[in-house]
């Protein structure tokens, strides 16, 4: 089923993704960046699927009979390629990549000349003019230039430049060793000769582009077998990519409480914790914010608040959690139910840019991981996906708000978004302490309802759950005269884009 939405384009190819649909989304583009240029230049790069070349091939060809210039920068990382629109100053970018899906699926996001992904009211102009359009007749073909070499070497300095000339040199007296995986993906393409400058010993695993030997999602599943190799040879960290880059996933060694009681796989929350601790230890200035999605760990919040700074909701996606850091000038943000921290002036979730930052703070405090992680308050997440009826997902918000406005113990409810973003129940009992059960229909997979929890207490994170899918199952029934059927659980942990 193709999917349309404001984090992009996906489907399976040449089932969804047909020739057609290409070249429609080309054509609209084109169009698009030309109000705004009439001679557009516009960035165009892929991660390592099958399909992928065969999809920049198409849309190239209609780039340049629309007389639009392109700089082709191949395999390339996400947010090397969104870099590159800023670095080259261009009108806009195409990435072409299905991010966590297996690789029989593929699609592409927009970029704007920002380097970030369009705006909602933006991408739906694209949509809606993807359909209809008919090729105009240019007098001048546009000319294309391979860029890809070029770029992945300035998307190196620009991730170098993130730490500074201090950072780096206290990186190289460090003498980490870390083991990578991107798993024949996106992020292959730079990250050995990146580490390399920095001194970094790198154990390599799946580093063919497009050969995948694992799941193209890094979870703890995919990523077990990290752990063998972390603790074996005594590394630093594990590391593990998506196929294109933007989402890092982490191992650490079995060496502290921590690990113990958390568990090997560092979760998306402490990934963006170890980023946030690294930023605003070092940030000066009054703008201390930062911006997160609602799905975001209570985590955060207590953390920025020890470094005196606000924290700051929207609604799940990056370009909302971007658009905020504009508008407050803050220096970190992310997604941390998605592994994605946010660093200006990188305008989206950069996988390797983390890996960097991290090894960058455990260098200056002279700690390992594993013992700035036990300084950081505990919380635990729990989540789980349900299938449910696209009828069904759009009016089950308006459904739990009502159901839960007569629960005991509510000390808030939040909302983001339309009447199908998130939805967070905020629960405080004294015993417990603050709890939230978040819920939201998913905008890339039709037919998909995310709920989370989070607490200071797994027992109380797991209870939270059980009483949130309790509400989903009780709303769902209330609505299925007139909306088709309940839900069912989906046993894969998904990325929330």
């Known amino acids: 089923m193709l999917t349309e939405s404001f984090s992009g384009i996906r489907g399976l190819f040449t089932k969804d993704l047909t020739r057609d649909v290409i070249e429609g989304y080309a054509l609209s583009f084109s169009n698009f960046l030309k109000k705004s240029n009439p001679k557009p230049l516009i960035i165009l790069g892929m991660d390592t699927r099958p399909s992928s070349p065969i999809i920049k091939e198409d849309m190239k060809r209609i780039f340049l009979e629309q007389g639009l210039d392109v700089y082709d920068v191949g395999f390339s990382p996400t947010p090397a390629i969104q870099h590159g629109v800023r670095h080259y100053k261009a009108d806009g970018g195409i990435i072409i990549s299905a991010s966590h899906n297996e690789p029989m699926w593929n699609g592409w996001k927009f970029l704007r000349k920002t380097g970030s992904v369009l705006k909602p009211e933006e991408i739906q102009e694209v949509i809606d003019n993807s359909k209809s359009l008919e090729k105009a007749k240019t007098e001048e073909r546009g000319k294309s230039e391979d860029r890809g070499a070029e770029l992945r070497k300035s998307y190196i300095d620009f991730v170098l430049s993130m730490i500074g000339e201090k950072g780096m040199i206290e990186i190289q007296n460090a003498n980490f060793k870390v083991v990578v995986d991107p798993n024949g993906g996106a992020a292959a393409t730079v990250i050995r000769d990146l580490l390399k400058k920095l001194n970094v010993k790198v154990i390599e695993k799946n580093m063919e582009l497009g050969a995948f030997n694992r799941l193209i999602e890094p979870n703890e599943k995919s990523l077990a077998y990290l752990a063998y190799y972390v603790e074996d040879l005594k590394a630093d960290i594990g590391a593990g990519w998506d196929c294109d880059g933007d989402r890092v996933e982490l191992v650490i060694p079995n060496s502290s409480n921590f690990s113990k009681e958390m568990g090997r796989m560092l979760s998306g929350q402490y990934i963006l914790a170890l980023i946030v601790e690294a930023v605003l230890s070092e940030h000066e200035g009054d703008n201390k914010y930062v911006v997160v999605n609602d799905a975001t760990s209570n985590l955060i919040t207590e953390l920025a608040k020890k470094h005196g700074a606000e924290t700051v909701e929207v609604e799940v996606g990056e370009i909302n959690v971007v658009d905020k850091m504009d508008e407050l000038e803050a220096p970190v943000g ?137 509400a989903f199952n009780d709303c769902a029934t209330e609505i299925e005269l007139e909306s088709g059927d309940t839900g069912e659980k989906i046993e894969e942990e998904d990325n929330i884009e």
């Open 334 to 470: 992310g997604e941390g139910s998605s592994s994605g921290g946010i660093c200006p002036p990188s305008k989206c979730r950069d996988g390797i840019l983390s890996l960097v930052q991290i090894l960058h703070l455990m260098a200056k405090r002279k700690k390992k991981v594993t013992e700035i992680l036990e300084e950081f308050p505990a919380y635990y997440n729990t989540r789980v996906n349900i299938k449910c009826d696209p009828d069904v997902a759009s009016k089950m918000r308006a459904k739990l708000e009502e159901y839960w406005g007569n629960q005991e113990h509510i000390k808030e409810i939040r909302k983001t978004g339309d009447e199908t973003g998130g939805l967070k129940i905020i629960r405080e009992l004294e015993k417990h302490g603050p709890g939230w059960i978040w819920y939201r229909a998913s905008k890339t997979e039709k037919g998909v309802f995310r709920i989370i929890t989070d607490a200071k207490e797994r027992a109380y994170a797991d209870k939270l759950l059980g009483m949130g899918e309790k």
